[in-house]
């Protein structure tokens, strides 16, 4: 499968944990994005790279976010001191040489599902 | 900042029937991006509106941009039970370097046989 991946696909921790999820776009994509998803909600964007480079950071991101993309490659998202409120599912997505005004298609991974009880 | 509104938020839907998913932005758009989401599934690239105007066809599927470029139509016609999922408009930014999606809220559609 070529897809983006994720990983884990779900987790459960304890508020004031420190959590890391794992993206790994389509192998030949040079644009990243993260996103979040709450129950009956659309996606709502936090970040994206273009190739190891965060070009943009959402308001939604707090200082206990931070996400990488070390190579170019694949991308981390860590989120520190959970909260209840950070429940939610975590996409990431990919696409090849994105255009300006998001023209470019975005290919979803399957998530991180994320409790904090 | 950017908003994308979607109605209805729910549509029960008889099987064989047709409905209709709106889509409305409160700025002009760059272009319109329709995803599927499964349930326990992630949102799937449907189809992609950039012209004013633009009509596109896939199947069953109508998909419509408005002259205004501020909103945007989803009609499906004989609806099955495949159909049953999650409908998500999402809004691409005018501005040259904004590669932003904006997604609405989707239609949340369940089909009864």
């Known amino acids: 499968d070529t897809g983006v991946s994720q990983d884990p696909r779900h987790k459960i921790t304890k508020r004031g944990q420190n959590v890391t999820f794992r993206c790994d776009p389509i192998?030949?994509?040079?644009?990243l994005y993260w996103y979040r998803q709450t129950l009956g909600q659309g996606p709502e964007f936090l970040t994206y790279?273009?190739?190891?480079?965060?070009?943009?950071k959402s308001r939604l991101l707090s200082d206990r976010f931070s996400a990488e993309r070390p190579k170019g490659s694949f991308s981390t998202l860590e989120i520190q001191r959970t909260e209840q409120g950070d429940s939610a599912m975590y996409l990431c997505?990919?696409?090849?040489?994105?255009?300006?005004?998001?023209?470019?298609?975005?290919?979803f991974g399957p998530g991180t599902r994320l409790l904090v009880l | 900042g950017q908003q994308v509104m979607q109605i209805p938020q729910y549509q029960h839907v008889q099987e064989g029937e047709d409905f209709t998913t709106y889509c409305n932005s409160s700025?002009?758009?760059?272009?319109i991006q329709w995803y599927k989401q499964r349930p326990g599934g992630h949102p799937v690239f449907l189809i992609q509106?950039?012209?004013?105007?633009e009509v596109k066809k896939q199947k069953r599927l109508t998909f419509q941009f408005g002259e205004a470029k501020k909103n945007s139509s989803l009609h499906i016609t004989a609806t099955q039970t495949t159909d049953v999922g999650t409908y998500f408009c999402?809004?691409?930014?005018?501005?040259?370097?904004?590669?932003?999606?904006?997604f609405g809220a989707g239609t949340t559609v369940t089909v009864r046989a």
């Open positions: 999402a809004g691409g930014a005018p501005r040259g370097n904004d590669y932003k999606l904006s």
């Open positions: 192998s030949e994509h040079n644009r």
């Open positions: 790279f273009q190739n190891e480079a965060q070009l943009e």
């Open positions: 700025t002009t758009l760059s272009n």
């Open positions: 509106l950039v012209k004013s105007g």
């Open positions: 997505a990919s696409s090849l040489n994105g255009l300006a005004g998001g023209r470019e298609t975005q290919y």
